[in-house]
């Protein structure tokens, strides 16, 4: 009767480590208590001092295993997701900056005031940037990638109510992919994984 509440003590004191831990080597350190209980000399106050003694020292040793496992295949996940998201910035980003030289060398532009045109060049610049934040995991590239798309899109609206000189993929590229970048930075941030800020 004694050994079968005792079993029941430890199996509460066995509640402090995570469930991962429990559900793996729980039965086995049941088992363990089992024959510490045999072989002890009495079940008194030294033994289970011991054992909770040791529940305190390694339980939270667990836990911190088990966040440590959790936030590393959260980062290889997160980071698997942000390459792509990373490439793409970079390689708009530096298209956008080149078409709009090119749409303005080649009279696309005239008439724009060149303050636009440079300001195309460098939201580009700033897209792939991000880009490059994304891809190295920098602590600002949600912020930098947020930033640099809706910058875009204001330029856009800008650059259509003054005088549509964008071509119609540079449009495409200039709308679609801000939107998506901040669609994957919003979603990111809302599961907790791009909280890259």
């Given at each position: 009767?004694?050994?079968?509440?005792?079993?029941?003590?430890?199996?509460?004191?066995?509640?402090?480590?995570?469930?991962?831990?429990?559900?793996?080597?729980?039965?086995?350190?049941?088992?363990?208590?089992?024959?510490?209980?045999?072989?002890?000399?009495?079940?008194?106050?030294?033994?289970?001092?011991?054992?909770?003694?040791?529940?305190?020292?390694?339980?939270?040793?667990?836990?911190?295993?088990?966040?440590?496992?959790?936030?590393?295949?959260?980062?290889?996940?997160?980071?698997?997701?942000?390459?792509?998201?990373?490439?793409?910035?970079?390689?708009?980003?530096?298209?956008?900056?080149?078409?709009?030289?090119?749409?303005?060398?080649?009279?696309?532009?005239?008439?724009?005031?060149?303050?636009?045109?440079?300001?195309?060049?460098?939201?580009?610049?700033?897209?792939?940037?991000?880009?490059?934040?994304?891809?190295?995991?920098?602590?600002?590239a949600s912020t930098l990638a947020a930033?640099?798309?809706?910058?875009?899109?204001?330029?856009?609206?800008?650059?259509?109510?003054?005088?549509?000189?964008?071509?119609?993929?540079?449009?495409?590229?200039?709308?679609?992919?801000?939107?998506?970048?901040?669609?994957?930075?919003?979603?990111?941030?809302?599961?907790?994984?791009?909280?890259?800020?």
């Open positions: 009767m004694m050994a079968r509440r005792a079993e029941r003590a430890y199996a509460l004191l066995l509640r402090a480590y995570p469930s991962a831990f429990r559900a793996r080597y729980g039965r086995e350190m049941r088992l363990t208590f089992r024959d510490l209980m045999r072989d002890a000399d009495t079940t008194g106050p030294g033994f289970w001092m011991r054992i909770i003694s040791d529940v305190a020292r390694t339980a939270p040793l667990e836990h911190a295993d088990a966040l440590r496992a959790r936030w590393s295949s959260n980062s290889r996940l997160e980071e698997s997701r942000m390459k792509p998201m990373g490439m793409l910035a970079v390689a708009i980003g530096l298209l956008q900056s080149v078409n709009a030289i090119v749409e303005l060398t080649h009279g696309g532009g005239a008439g724009l005031p060149g303050f636009v045109v440079i300001l195309a060049v460098v939201l580009g610049i700033l897209l792939a940037v991000a880009g490059v934040a994304l891809l190295r995991g920098a602590a600002v930033l640099a798309a809706v910058c875009w899109l204001a330029l856009v609206v800008i650059v259509r109510a003054v005088r549509p000189w964008m071509s119609i993929f540079s449009m495409l590229l200039a709308v679609v992919f801000p939107i998506a970048l901040l669609l994957y930075v919003w979603m990111g941030r809302g599961r907790g994984q791009a909280r890259i800020v």
